[in-house]
């Protein structure tokens, strides 16, 4: 059974620069309060798809998964990927279930369930997100403030 921290971490208080590695038990605070404490978490910054925040990649056997933060999120929207990502790392075992189900399916039914799955999963995800994280959701536009934060 996973350990499980009953005290949820603070919102990120970023200066105007921050270290990595205060930034990496941040979200090692979170992954326990989640119940994901057994995970190995990575994060990283990278250009992600056009109007995509940040994104993940899950590893179910591994118990590994690699969160990525689009370069241009602001530093102050970084807490709320963080959280958005390491829930859908909690969920992924629903995501399992359905994709073996779906995969049972013939098409087009294979494709529409899992435009429905997809839906349902974002928005689930987000309303946690905006419960659990108390941060705001970004608004594209805002001042780009990465290459402050990280000096490149
Ligand atoms: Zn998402």
């Known amino acids: 059974m996973t350990r499980r921290s009953e005290r949820r971490p603070k919102p990120w208080r970023q200066g105007k620069t921050f270290a990595v590695g205060k930034l990496n038990r941040h979200i090692a605070a979170w992954a326990a309060y989640l119940g994901l404490a057994d995970w190995d978490i990575a994060f990283s910054t ?7 925040r940040s994104n993940v990649d899950i590893d179910m056997l591994q118990r590994r998964a690699a969160i990525r933060i689009n370069s241009k999120t602001p530093v102050s929207g970084f807490d709320r990927q963080i959280v958005h990502e390491l829930l859908h790392v909690l969920f992924a075992g629903m995501e399992d279930a359905f994709n073996v189900s779906a995969s049972q399916q013939k098409l087009p039914a294979r494709r529409i369930l899992a435009r429905y799955w997809k839906r349902q999963d974002e928005w689930v995800v987000e309303r946690l ?11 594209w536009g805002a001042p780009q403030v990465w290459r402050e934060a990280f000096g490149e």
């Open 46 to 52: 990278t250009r992600v798809d056009k109007g995509c």
């Open 129 to 139: 997100t905006d419960i659990l994280s108390g941060v705001p959701r970004i608004e």
